[in-house]
Nanobody, 119 residues
Framework: QAQLVESGGRLVQAGDSVRLACVASGVRFSMRTMGWFRQGPGKEREFVAAVDLSARNTRYADSVQGRFTITRDNDRSTVYLYMNGLKPEDTAVYYC????????????WGQGTQVTVSS
């Protein structure tokens, strides 16, 4: 059974940095595009970042471009999200997701990890 488990969320101050991790099991991790999404209070879930199979290609939401970095370690079946220069508007539950390479829909999701940024 496929499972994605996020960790690393915590309460921080504006300007701080946080690293999120998502460990995958029960899926062929190296064959899946991995992504991060987030849902802030009273907001819809939104795309944050994605990384392809080889980690050579990444994509970011405009709101996090230049501040967040997504990487993956296929040997550890883990995807990371490095978040720098955090702002209060980055406060959200962050979700890890996986999809087959080339697919349009994300078919596996984690349970989420809370990041709270105080001003």
């Amino acid at each position: 059974q496929a499972q994605l488990v996020e960790s690393g969320g915590r309460l921080v101050q504006a300007g701080d940095s946080v690293r999120l991790a998502c460990v995958a099991s029960g899926v062929r991790f190296s064959m899946r595009t991995m992504g991060w999404f987030r849902q802030g209070p009273g907001k819809e879930r939104e795309f944050v970042a994605a990384v392809d199979l080889s980690a050579r290609n990444t994509r970011y939401a405009d709101s996090v471009q230049g501040r967040f970095t997504i990487t993956r370690d296929n040997d550890r079946s883990t995807v990371y999200l490095y978040m720098n220069g955090l702002k209060p508007e980055d406060t959200a539950v962050y979700y890890c997701a996986a999809k087959p390479n080339g697919a349009s829909s994300w078919d596996y999701w984690g349970q989420g990890t809370q990041v709270t940024v105080s001003s």
